[in-house]
């Protein structure tokens, strides 16, 4: 059964840089066959897509354009993970953040979530 | 941007069935994904491509999606079905994955 787990600071400063890292366990993160994404929820809020990575040769990414120009996305086969990364963060980026695999155009399973505050 | 559209909040009685609507334009040419979650705890693929159930999610709980509505169908509602319902689709033409903003499900 494929699990995903989160993991990463739970708080980060304004204006310094969000990582996370989702690792992978019960199953290849090579798999040809799927992308794997990164959705937030602010607390009380709803989900927002952040974006999807391609796990094989082109490593294809797409972003949600609100984030487009903070957000990289990266993976590494030989761990199993895929990694996010937002720079410049505000109050406004404190949300839970959960990875989830990418099965055609839906998202399943999801990792538990870890929740990051930006707070100085 | 594709936008979907949910109602903030549906209510029903135990054993009665429960609609949740999922508004966007043309969304009956898309696939629609359904997620359940509970308080406290990551969603959950409840229904995909429109209609199919994964694997352990009840018959009670089905999809459709025609035309600019797209419906997620709770039969015989239970209280442990109370939670928040998310609509999803993937924009082809932008190449982004859309969630309307939810639904609470209240069990009275």
């Given at each position: 059964q494929l699990q995903l787990q989160e993991s990463g600071p739970g708080l980060v400063k304004p204006s310094e840089t969000l990582s996370l890292t989702c690792t992978v366990s019960?199953?290849?993160?090579?798999?040809?066959t799927y992308y794997w994404g990164w959705i937030r929820q602010p607390p009380g809020k709803g989900l927002e897509w952040i974006g999807s990575i391609y796990s094989s040769g082109s490593r294809s990414t797409y972003y949600t354009p609100s984030l487009k120009s903070r957000v990289t996305m990266s993976v590494d086969t030989s761990k199993n993970q895929f990694s996010l990364m937002l720079t410049s963060v505000t109050a406004a980026d404190t949300a839970v953040y959960y990875c989830a695999r990418t099965a055609t155009t839906m998202f399943d399973p999801w990792g538990q979530g870890t929740l990051v505050t930006v707070s100085s | 941007s594709y936008v979907l559209t949910q109602p903030p909040s549906v209510s029903v009685a135990p054993g009665q069935t429960a609609r949740i609507t999922c508004g966007g334009n043309n969304i009956g040419s898309k696939s629609v994904h359904w997620y359940q979650q509970k308080p406290g705890q990551a969603p959950v693929l409840?229904?995909?491509?429109d209609s199919d159930r994964p694997s352990g999610i009840p018959e009670r709980i089905s999809g459709s999606n025609s035309g600019n509505t797209a419906t997620l169908t709770i039969s015989r509602?239970?209280?442990?079905?109370e939670a928040d319902y998310y609509c999803q689709v993937w924009d082809r033409s932008s190449d982004q994955g859309v969630f309307g903003g939810g639904t609470k499900l209240t069990v009275l």
């Open positions: 019960g199953g290849s993160i090579s798999s040809s | 409840v229904v995909y491509d509602v239970e209280a442990g079905d």
